[in-house]
């Protein structure tokens, strides 16, 4: 295991001691990515922006996902998945179901909704490989939902803005967000959902951009075992990802996720350039 890692000493050896002394512990990410067929090279460094600008995360990032053992994630509150392609196999994956079964959290945004199912896996910039792997049984279940050869197939329509109108307003990642927002993103639809998903917002889409003419889920959360699951759609690329409606629940999704309960106000603060 690298140093960029951390967890070898544990993340709260690299805090300040003045803050690990008198300050709330700051919540402990990681970010698994390393391949996608999206730019991870630009998303992952801005998903770790947008936490760190909270001040509510310390945030480390992994590009070696396969390598990961249970001692590894040990440090950590909570795991974001940038990530869609080869499976890590069995150590790492199942050091990843235990972390969130055990009652850690667990992030998936936008391309890791369709990895490790039954979709191909694609490369970079959704180069065709023509390589099937058969799914990872816990993968769906842990996020909630997962892509579908079909029919009907998964998939989204033309890339264009829309509103996505948030449908529990009560839930602590919601509560205080305004009840609709824009983004500038894909509308994945047609996705195969588990019986516990919760539905927290969901968009319109639109039968003249190639959508389905229904209105399709884009955040929800989900139980595994005494885990929590933040799932978004939303985040196809860093255009995407700057919307302050992706920023907030993003943010809001991932400090749920690794403590059960949002502090964080519902405007985000300005990553760092």
Do not use: C
């Amino acid at each position: 295991m690298r140093a960029p890692l951390l967890s070898r000493r544990g993340l709260l050896a690299a805090l300040p001691a003045g803050l690990a002394a008198s300050s709330p512990r700051r919540l402990r990410a990681l970010i698994l990515s390393g391949r996608n067929n999206h730019d991870w090279r630009t998303t992952t460094p801005f998903l770790r922006k947008v936490l760190e600008a909270t001040g509510r995360f310390e945030v480390a990032v992994e590009v070696e996902p396969p390598r990961l053992t249970a001692q590894d994630l040990a440090a950590f509150d909570v795991i974001v998945l940038d990530y869609n392609g080869p499976r890590w196999g069995a150590t790492a994956e199942e050091a990843v179901a235990d972390f969130v079964r055990g009652g850690r959290g667990l992030v998936v945004v936008h391309g890791a909704s369709y990895a490790f199912g039954e979709m191909e896996i694609l490369g970079d910039n959704h180069q065709r490989t023509g390589k099937f792997e058969p799914p990872w049984p816990d993968y769906e279940r842990m996020t909630g939902a997962g892509w579908t050869n079909g029919p009907p197939r998964s998939g989204h329509g033309k890339r264009h803005e829309f509103r996505v109108d948030i449908v529990d307003r009560e839930h602590p990642i919601t509560r205080g967000l305004p009840p609709s927002f824009l983004i500038d993103d894909e509308l994945y639809h047609r996705l195969v959902f588990q019986p516990n998903v919760h539905v927290l917002a969901r968009a319109f889409d639109a039968p003249e951009m190639g959508g389905t003419g229904n209105f399709e889920p884009v955040l929800w959360t989900v139980r595994f075992g005494r885990g929590r699951v933040f799932h978004t759609t939303l985040g196809h690329d860093l255009k995407a990802m700057q919307a302050p409606g992706f920023r907030a629940t993003f943010a809001r999704g991932t400090e749920w996720a690794a403590s059960g309960k949002v502090t964080l106000a519902a405007e985000p603060p300005e990553p760092a350039h």
